[in-house]
């Protein structure tokens, strides 16, 4: 193992695709006593495929400059051309290097949008509170530039203003094939300790009412006041609780305020009527 590891010191230098080749040298030598002699142009050859797969590596993103890059292989191309005998220089696209840094940049917000539409093989999949927190986090990051190339990505057209829930959705419509469910209407939700609170005190005061003499007109106006300012399940809710009868849902507020009025009011009416 020494002795191994004492024979490859001469070769630290060399990185690992020109160690490569010289193995597959020691190879032919092995197998027939011969070493090919690299041809004409072959070493410029050699270095075009290194530089190719640099560029292919900065255009990921992993390692090295795209432009600086290109540069360089359009440098080692136009060598070979002229040992081939070819004429004609190499000239830069001076839009391509930065659409290639662009679509790197937003090549994980692809690759996340393609994960994402995957895993909606159907309409109700959308409410998945994961899938949400996905699409919550895209449009925090899709805004702008960004947003109208990663549309851009995926044949569909946007502004740098446009709205980015409505693209994204846009796009994972498109690639998973499913249409979100539309938003049901939200279920108004009664809070029991305010139905307590209201229904209690209504009820008092409508106990209070039964002497004409106990309740007076501002009591109850601003007893009204306060039934007025609850969401109307809940007004309906204290209204039953309470004890006021003949409340419909779907009737106006306020018609049930009236109807509360009118509760209220009844016993000091009733003896103003049989006064006259």
Request: hydrophobic residues 40%.
């Amino acid at each position: 193992m020494a002795e191994a590891s004492n024979a490859l010191d001469s070769f630290e230098a060399l990185d690992i695709a020109d160690f490569s080749a010289f193995l597959s040298r020691a190879q032919d030598y092995h197998t027939r006593g011969a070493v090919a002699v690299p041809g004409p142009g072959e070493p410029q050859a050699e270095g075009v495929l290194k530089l190719v797969v640099k560029l292919y590596e900065a255009m990921s993103g992993s390692s090295g400059n795209v432009k600086t890059t290109q540069e360089e292989l359009a440098g080692e191309l136009q060598k070979l051309m002229e040992q081939a005998g070819l004429k004609g220089k190499l000239t830069l696209d001076p839009k391509w290097a930065e659409a290639q840094a662009a679509k790197s940049r937003i090549a994980p917000h692809v690759k996340a949008i393609y994960e994402l539409a995957a895993r909606i093989v159907a309409p109700d999949i959308y409410n998945d509170p994961s899938i949400r927190e996905h699409i919550s986090r895209l449009e925090t990051e899709l805004t702008g530039e960004t947003l109208k190339a990663v549309a851009s990505e995926f044949s569909i057209k946007a502004t740098a203003k446009a709205k980015p829930g409505k693209v994204i959705m846009e796009i994972l419509t498109k690639l998973c094939g499913h249409q979100p469910q539309k938003a049901k209407g939200k279920t108004a939700t009664i809070d029991p300790a305010v139905v307590d609170e209201y229904a209690r005190r209504l009820a008092e005061l409508i106990e209070r009412s039964i002497d004409p003499d106990a309740v007076n007109e501002a009591e109850v106006e601003e007893e009204l006041a306060r039934l007025k300012e609850l969401p109307k399940p809940t007004l309906v809710e204290v209204i039953a609780r309470a004890g006021v009868d003949g409340v419909r849902p779907a009737a106006a507020v306020s018609a049930i305020l009236q109807r509360v009025r009118n509760r209220l009011t009844a016993a000091r009416r009733a003896r103003e009527r049989a006064e006259v």
